[in-house]
């Protein structure tokens, strides 16, 4: 973990309440797919945890959806304003059990994780299938960003307006995959669970006090031991993780 | 040259800056991005006879200039902490640190009290008789006088290292609990723990927080530690360490001027993993800014 503060260079809407942020700076920490940052924003006490995008040694990318006062305000900063962010939180996803066939799994404001994800499984000759969910139309991105990385992209909308109606499950049914890769809501974590034929990893959410290990105010259960989202996930493996 | 030394319990510290129980971990996380031997020394996860694996999640809300959190208490109980924890404390921190008790009966503080007593890196024993986040226990003893100080009688009974009492904010007459510890043997008290809170979101219509209630902490209970130090400072003799929303070497200052010997870092901790390192580099400013020359001569300075 490294604090920097990053320079903001692109902070754009891309979808209904979905904003794209690039920073640059000093982004090394950054070690793996599926970590996290967390920044702060002046006026808010606790930093807010983000997950990464894509990230290179100078940039790091992040979508984030507003959702309360804190997203808000980061919705509005300027280019050029620097953030205080907390770097390579998180242990990421171990790319090493993948197989030749993975599935990446994204819901809503979990398909950005995916995406660095899907670059460096691409970048390794995997055949990558991609699952994004949405609610609706309004709400989607970076489909196109998907196939240009080479990935066999699926959408679905929950209201049937743009590509297969209903769950990811409701596609995931239906193929064939050496692996799964997944960030998104609870339910469709328990959807997915129900589905999958494979051994895979789950990325989670939880409220987080420091997010680096700290505080223990996102510790869960595991098969394995109690464990910590922030530090010890925010990725399990479905083999240790207890429903 | 300004002196930053401080004694606390007959042991003298470099500094007065301590990072507070459960900001913190067994140190050796932090140690990681920093050397913590800068510190006056640190005060560990609290710790109970048995392991807790504590609250359901959310414990954690986020408030205006602070934070509610329900932990509850997570901790592997004493005998790993002994096995496992502290052993990898020693490897990164050379100096006494303050080992962090809590419990649910006066059974249960005098078990942990006496093993974590015999362990040669522990300096003193903060025994948490005000954790809010616990049923049948925790703030119960510390919002009582008699049973204050009959934890602070039975620990003190089994050990040899200096019993500093940490005591509940949420109570109507802190002084009456402190002089009550005292006149049990305590050798200090440590002070504020943090105040009862709730936060209640406005989509859901039901408290963020799974326990529902939980710590308020943060900058935005300072003025209420501060108050309540200056309080037990003029009603007791053994020393005071003082925490609530301490942020700066300036709040260190404050929290001193109102009476306590050495001050604690909580929150802040959360928010900046270097914040407590920070504090301590900034003391020698701030200390010239406002003319002191010698840290613990302004203790208790503001009566």
Known sequence: MKQEFLTITENKKIAKDVYLMVLEGDT???????????????????????????????????????????????????????????????????????????????????VPPMYNLCKKLIAEGKKVTVILGFNTKEEIFFEDEFKALGASVHI??????????????DVMKNLTYSYFFTCGPMPMFKAIEATAVTSGQYSFEERMGCGFGACMGCSCKTKYGNKRICKDGPVLEREEIIW | MVNTKVELCNITLDN????????????????ELYDINCLGTFSFKGTTKDARFGNPTPRIAECDRGMINAVGLQNPGVEAVI??????LKECFNKPVMANVSGFSVEDYVYTCEKLDKEEQVGWLEVNVSCPNVHGGGMAFGTSAEAAAEVTRAVKAVTTKPVIIKLSPNVTDIVSIAKAC???????????????????????????????????????????????????????????????????????????LAGATAVEVGAANLIDPFAARDIVNDLPRVMEKYRINNLSEIIGGAH
Request: net charge negative.
């Open chain 1, 28 to 110: 090394s920490a950054i070690t793996a797919s599926g970590q996290f940052v967390n920044i702060k924003l002046d006026g808010f006490y606790l930093r807010r945890p983000i997950s990464v995008c894509d990230y290179d040694d100078t940039t790091l990318t992040i979508i984030y959806k507003v959702v309360g006062d804190g997203t808000e305000a980061m919705a509005k900063l300027p280019c050029g304003e620097k953030l205080d962010v907390l770097l390579g939180l998180g242990n990421g996803y171990n790319l090493g059990k993948s197989g030749d066939t993975p599935l990446l799994i994204g819901g809503g404001v979990g």
């Open chain 1, 156 to 169: 679905t909308t929950v209201d049937g307006s743009y590509g297969t109606k209903g769950f990811v499950t």
């Open chain 2, 16 to 31: 007065p800056v301590i990072p507070a129980s459960g900001t913190f971990g067994f140190g050796y996380e932090f140690a």
């Open chain 2, 83 to 88: 096995a496992n924890e502290l052993p990898k």
């Open chain 2, 182 to 256: 005292e006149a049990a043997g305590a050798d200090g008290i440590s002070m504020i723990n943090t105040m009862l809170g709730m936060k209640i979101d406005l989509k859901t219509k039901k408290p963020v927080i799974a326990n529902k209630m939980g710590g308020f902490s943060g900058p935005a209970i300072k003025p209420v530690a501060v108050r309540m130090i200056y309080q037990v400072y003029e009603a007791v003799n053994i020393p005071i360490v003082g925490m609530g929303g301490v942020s700066s070497a300036e709040d260190v200052i404050e929290l001193m």
